[in-house]
């Protein structure tokens, strides 16, 4: 891709040069002595691009070096060696990292300062780290020093980062591919700088993400599975949950059957007199005044809180929350006491709160007393079958809750609506949701989000989303929601959409003000290099499809997350439509192969680049092909389809549908 990076530098020539971060200008005063963030989007927030303190690098030479402190920790080191290798690749410029015990540092006064080395000290500004949300960070000069600091750890690694995107014109773009920008001097301008995210937990949950610790960090996401080395991350997402795993945990990690099934069948489930090995009796060890009951030390709940304090004390991070999840099913027990708990607690969620409540309240006097001056806070699902608050109307005709969370309990509300509306819209489907979130606002102070962005059964229809990502990110904020993970396509990777989407989403989540075509244009620009307007005009082209659909149809036109004639139906897509978006970029494929100027392999890889487009309106056709075509051309059609498609090493069209399964059912070898 050496020939599209040049390609791609020319461009710079031209003022076509978008933001693509989320700036902090100052807080303003709440209630109670809070301070409030407010969120620009303006690039260069804090960095005076009018005055330069000199050049970082200049014609192959540089007098500076990297400072890390002499107690500095994993994730600093490492800060410090992307700080040099992403200098190195856009100068051929190769800092040293040194110690501050190093004497050589004050000689000069150039360096770069990662974290709270004694030079920092000596500086002698300010920094208010508790306004930091976790993540945040300052960049700042001062002399000829430039100073990068955060509150944790994994906010200087951020802030390294945000340095190499808005002083380098590094872009971190897929999992496979960081846009340099070769340069042979690099200008260290005067800087103040502070980023907050706008969520301390920000995860894009998919198949891109999915155990590319590093790709993700460096988008400056906190992806929550821990199947990494944590530390070298800070102490981001990775170490937020204790044993690192968030979602289906009641019967898949915590309590697992294979270990306890055959002595407790009465700790699971029982429905229809037969245990179920796929969920909890969550009233197994409470009392009916939703106590832990103690006399009972052979419980199911008594030996939850053994297993969450053995996985509390085996953690040496700076974790926070366990996660006590139900599994993904509709199995709930129909024991006698879990009949009468729904009964006078609000339902299966009113159980199931209880039994958290119970449980994170031993856990806080447990750590009170062994004096382990740890923070825990216990989250669980409102999802599925617990999704509706625990709670009734009274003789007054309003809603009032039956169980409410304790402030060491978390609530992470997983809901499936439309997402080409947002849950504050008047959307039909969306209503619902809305209503049920106002009523968990008021079960629960602590609430966290799991919310989604594709088509599980088809993950390569067009997804218009983008839109309602900026609102529900804006109204999660404004609830006071604090962790947020956005599940896409779980095991298609190599696609546009799904590339664009964790592009968008890694950003909206540091802050939700961005303006999103702006996003998507930057994406499509150090991407797609010659190609980017094509790409522009693509997205443009699909989105405006639906935003008519949406107007033409009557209550709206809705998303939907699995198999639903009423989404993927062909008469929602004309041919001329599909046709349309797909000559499009055929047209684009034909100039890129004529470009005398590339090199076999740069036409290629943007070919391929192209196809991660065109496969989206093709499987459209394809799934409908015999409402637009005469089915006798359908297995030559699918044939050219299915060879993108493993040109691009694509192994799955949809959550646990397989290529091959596809090439079956149509058959095609």
Not at 304 to 319: F, P, S, Y
Not at 350 to 376: D, H, P, Q, Y
Not at 564 to 577: E, H, P, Q, R, V
Request: charged letters at 25%.
């Amino acid at each position: 891709m050496k020939k599209l990076k040049k390609i791609i530098s020319c461009l710079l020539g031209f003022t076509f040069l978008i933001g693509a971060t989320f700036s902090v200008v100052g807080c303003k005063d709440k209630e109670e002595g809070q301070k409030e963030t407010t969120y620009i989007s303006d690039m260069d927030q804090g960095i005076n691009r009018e005055k330069s303190i000199g050049y970082l690098v200049e014609n192959g030479i540089s007098d500076y070096q990297i400072l890390i402190p002499s107690t500095a920790d994993e994730c600093i080191r490492y800060a410090a060696s992307e700080m040099q290798k992403y200098i190195n690749q856009t100068s051929g410029v190769r800092l040293p990292i040194v110690e501050d015990s190093a004497a050589q540092i004050f000689l000069s006064g150039k360096f770069i300062s990662l974290g709270e080395t004694s030079l920092r000290e000596l500086a002698g500004f300010k920094v208010d780290y508790d306004s930091l949300n976790d993540d945040g960070f300052l960049m700042k000069t001062k002399n000829n020093a430039l100073y990068i600091v955060g509150e944790r750890n994994s906010g200087v690694l951020y802030g390294v980062y945000d340095f190499c995107e808005r002083i380098l014109g590094t872009r971190f773009l897929t999992n496979d591919y960081t846009y340099i920008e070769e340069r042979d001097k690099i200008v260290l301008y005067e800087m103040d700088r502070i980023e907050i995210p706008a969520f301390s937990v920000r995860w894009y949950y998919a198949q891109q993400t999915m155990k590319q610790l590093e790709f993700v960090t460096r988008q400056r996401q906190t992806p929550i599975y821990n199947n990494g080395r944590p530390a070298l991350y800070g102490d981001g997402g990775y170490n937020t949950y204790y044993k690192g795993v968030v979602g289906h945990t009641v019967v898949t990690e915590l309590l697992p059957t294979k270990v306890y099934l055959a002595d407790h069948e009465d700790w699971y489930a029982t429905n229809t007199e037969v245990a179920s090995q796929n969920d909890l009796c969550y009233t197994n060890g409470i009392t009916e005044d939703g106590e832990l009951d103690k006399n009972d030390n052979d419980s199911m709940a008594m030996e939850m809180l053994r297993v969450c304090k053995d996985i509390i004390l085996q953690n040496d991070t700076n974790a926070d929350t366990i996660f006590i999840g139900q599994e993904d099913n509709q199995i709930w027990c129909q024991c006698d006491d879990c009949v009468k708990s729904g009964e006078k607690y609000g339902g299966r969620s009113g159980t199931l709160l209880t039994f958290i409540n119970a449980i994170a309240k031993e856990l806080e006097e447990w750590n009170e007393s062994e004096k382990l001056g740890k923070k825990i806070t216990v989250e669980t699902f409102a999802y599925l079958k617990t999704i509706d608050p625990p709670g009734e109307i009274d003789k007054d005709g309003e809603w009032k809750p039956k169980v409410k969370a304790r402030a060491n309990v978390a609530v992470q509300y997983a809901w499936m609506g439309c997402n080409l509306h947002s849950i504050t819209e008047a959307c039909t489907i969306n209503r619902t949701h809305a209503e049920r979130f106002k009523h968990w606002e008021e079960c629960a102070e602590n609430i966290t989000i799991w919310d989604y962005a594709t088509n599980f059964s088809h993950n390569f229809f067009w997804f218009e989303n983008f839109d309602s990502l900026v609102k529900n990110y804006k109204y999660y904020l404004d609830i006071g929601v604090t962790r947020v993970m956005t599940q896409g396509a779980p095991h298609v990777s190599n696609y546009y959409q799904g590339h664009l989407e964790n592009y968008v989403v890694a950003k909206l989540l540091w802050n939700p003000w961005y303006d999103v075509n702006e996003l998507i244009n930057e994406f499509n620009y150090y991407y797609y290099g010659d190609s980017y307007q094509t790409m522009n005009d693509f997205v443009s082209y699909m989105r405006a499809y639906y935003k008519t659909l949406d107007l033409n149809t009557l209550n709206g036109f809705h998303t939907a997350l699995y198999t639903d004639g009423y989404f993927l139906m062909a008469d929602n897509y004309s041919l001329s439509f599909l046709t349309g978006a797909i000559n499009m970029l055929q047209k684009e494929i034909d100039r890129v192969n004529a470009d005398e100027t590339l090199v076999k392999g740069e036409k290629n890889e943007l070919v391929k680049r192209l196809w991660q487009a065109q496969i989206q309106p093709e499987y459209m056709v394809l799934h409908n092909y015999d409402s637009y075509y005469d089915p006798s051309g359908k297995k030559d059609f699918a044939k050219q389809w299915f060879a993108k498609v493993d040109a691009l090493g694509i192994q799955y069209y949809s959550e646990g549908g397989s290529v091959n399964s596809l090439k079956t059912a149509l058959g095609v070898s």
